[in-house]
């Protein structure tokens, strides 16, 4: 706000602005009288303003539990009579009493920033954020806000207010990724599996390079050797090829359950993001069916069903036969979905 209009006594309005946010009821002299009485020791225009800020603020009681009083009109019970009310009372009376001193204002209404979520990095706003205040009108300086509604009661604890935002991050996951799993989070999570193929070819190939200079730094240490090393060398790699052979022989069912997890999980993750995808389009998987009957209860264009049914056989055959999934089959399975995630379903599922 301008320094002169901090300082002015005195302010010279535009006639758009008088006409239009100094009307007030024909009946609200008394209303006048106290904005008089509140402000007799301000000198300027601003002073004024803050003079009846002040006084809503510190002599009047927040609560949004109020009864009407059918006698009487609702700001004349608030400013008169309960001295209670909650955000409404207090900015109608202040733009009231501000319109009976000739200064232009008007009431706002809207919601307060919130709370600041931690743990989603977002701002909570809720019902219980909804608003209402005053701007006072300043020439060279616009709109002013002023609020003259008191704080609530004191704030829930600290731990229990983390533990609130804690739970509704916990909401906002839920809605997104399960309840409203839209084609851009389709896409989103079929990036990062994209990602993770990318990755492991990278590290393949990488690998690859290193064994390579492995083998050719192995060839020049070895043509170096004299004729009882070589004899040596050859009885160590002898040994290092046969060893793992004869373990698993011996020991043919110590494949672990972890392992045999590792070794599905791409698997399953394409395939429960294909459910995502279906289920974005209304086509949800009752628990009840296997993924060959929900194959069958699916209402997709032949090319669209096609890409499901190849899908499901990969994740058939990876989970359950044993076979992990190559590189290609990946690839391969990558585009079914970003074609899956365009498909029109024709009715629903039936079954």
Not at 15 to 28: H, I, S, T
Not at 101 to 121: A, C, D, H, K, Q
Request: with cysteine; aromatic share 10%; glycine share 6%.
């Amino acid at each position: 706000m301008s320094t002169p209009e901090l300082k002015a006594e005195t302010i010279v309005y535009p006639d758009r602005v008088l006409e239009g946010y100094l009307q007030r009821p024909a009946d609200d002299q008394r209303i006048a009288d106290l904005a008089r009485e509140v402000t007799h020791n301000a000198i300027t225009v601003y002073e004024k303003v803050k003079a009846i800020e002040t006084h809503l603020r510190q002599g009047y009681r927040y609560s949004l539990e109020v009864k009407a009083n059918p006698r009487r009109p609702p700001i004349d019970d608030f400013l008169f009579g309960q001295k209670t009310g909650y955000c409404e009372h207090f900015a109608t009376a202040m733009v009231l009493m501000l319109r009976g001193l000739g200064i232009p204002s008007r009431l706002v209404t809207g919601f307060l920033p919130g709370e600041w979520n931690e743990y989603g990095g977002y701002y909570m706003v809720r019902q219980s954020d909804a608003h209402a205040w005053v701007e006072a009108y300043f020439p060279h300086s616009g709109w002013i806000t002023f609020d003259p509604t008191p704080p609530a009661l004191s704030p829930a604890m600290p731990w229990m207010s983390g533990f609130s935002h804690y739970l509704d991050h916990l909401r906002i996951r839920w809605d997104r990724y399960i309840v409203n799993y839209s084609p851009l989070d389709q896409a989103e999570a079929l990036a990062k599996v994209k990602n993770k193929t990318d990755t492991l070819l990278s590290q393949l190939q990488q690998g690859g390079i290193l064994i390579l200079q492995a083998i050719a730094h192995g060839v020049r240490t070895i043509q170096s050797l004299p004729h009882r090393l070589w004899v040596l060398f050859t009885v160590f790699v002898v040994a290092a090829i046969l060893l793992p052979i004869l373990v698993r022989a011996v020991r043919p069912r110590t494949r672990s359950l972890h392992l045999r997890a590792r070794l599905h999980e791409d698997s399953a993750q394409f395939y429960l993001l294909m459910l995502q995808v279906l289920e974005s389009k209304g086509m949800v998987k009752q628990k009840h069916l296997t993924p060959l009957e929900f194959l069958k209860a699916l209402f997709l264009s032949d090319p669209d069903l096609e890409k499901v049914r190849e899908i499901t056989q990969t994740y058939y055959r990876t989970r359950f036969g044993g076979d992990a999934m190559t590189l290609s089959e990946r690839r391969r399975i990558e585009r079914l979905l970003e074609t899956l995630i365009e498909a029109k379903p024709l009715v629903g599922t039936h079954g």
